[in-house]
């Protein structure tokens, strides 16, 4: 049992410290950005090659390889929305009056591009793991996708906390098209299911050898929903989250563009959706952000 306790500390230490690394880096001067993307490019490369390198690796060891290589390659999906270099054709707040099927469309246009980028991720990652038996990283970069476009869902209909000071100026306006409500329908039923598969995977890790490589995989990416799903809750719950990443949201914030300046949005759970995960999970973050 010592390694799936091993497991599930390393994964809630990499969700904590890379979601905080990334609002670190958010909140920087603008002109911080490009060096920030090309350093997480160079690692997000990196994870690629090494996801590839142990896929036929039942290890330990390839296993913690393959995790942290797929939270590293969805950091970098959240930074380059986020910084504003990937993101979608609409880069304005939502029209008022604006409702409906024509507010999800338009949503959807400030991080269309972003979403493509992530679908072709996904697939090149299945395609590079398909048969293999070390698909960790992949899985892992499934599970943050599936929970960021749950936290996504959850913010356009609508959850009393949106943190919408976690985001950078420049993509501010996202916060026109979320709704700020007490409760919405979906998140009851994305909160349930996503806890029976967390259950359904932590059950089959136990029922494997404690030490083996198919129980920490699943320890590992079954400890990432738990902690995508905990990120829901705080999207509707009156908790002091943002205490969890203090000292990455101390200290300077990103400069405001001048009038003229265009900026791309950056999309992610708006929401912790962006962060988080989702990472990175998180609110406003989680959404537009991890998953």
């Not at 497991?7 to 969700?15: P, S």
């Not at 969805?74 to 008022?96: A, H, I, L, N």
């Amino acid at each position: 049992m010592l390694s799936l306790g091993i497991a599930v500390a390393y994964a809630l230490f990499l969700w904590w410290f890379s979601t905080g690394v990334i609002l670190y880096l958010d909140r920087r001067p603008a002109s911080t950005y490009p060096w920030s993307l090309l350093g997480a490019t160079i690692l997000a490369v990196l994870s690629v090659l090494a996801v590839h390198a142990v896929r036929d690796h039942g290890t330990l060891f390839g296993a913690y390889v393959s995790f942290t290589a797929g939270v590293f390659i969805w950091g970098w999906m959240e930074m380059s929305y986020f910084m504003g270099f990937v993101t979608g054709p609409r880069k304005q707040p939502c029209p008022d009056g604006c409702g409906g099927w024509t507010r999800f469309w338009l949503a959807i246009q400030t991080s269309l591009y972003h979403e493509l980028v992530i679908v072709a991720a996904g697939l090149g990652l299945a395609w590079l793991t398909w048969g293999a038996v070390n698909q960790v990283g992949t899985w892992t970069f499934v599970v943050l996708w599936w929970m960021r476009w749950s936290a996504k869902l959850n913010l356009f209909f609508g959850v009393p906390n949106l943190n919408e000071d976690w985001l950078p100026e420049h993509i501010r306006f996202l916060t026109s098209y979320l709704a700020k409500r007490p409760m919405n329908l979906l998140f009851p039923v994305s909160v349930s299911v996503a806890t029976v598969v967390m259950c359904l995977l932590v059950a089959a890790a136990l029922d494997l050898p404690a030490a083996g490589f198919g129980a920490v995989a699943l320890m590992l990416t079954s400890t990432l929903l738990a902690l995508a799903i905990l990120e829901h809750w705080f999207l509707v719950l009156p908790l002091a989250d943002a205490a969890l990443w203090n000292w990455a949201l101390d200290g300077p914030r990103e400069t405001p563009p001048s009038a003229g300046d265009t900026v791309a949005p950056r999309p992610e759970s708006v929401s912790s959706a962006g962060r988080r995960a989702g990472l990175p999970v998180g609110k406003m973050d989680s959404a537009f952000r991890a998953g």
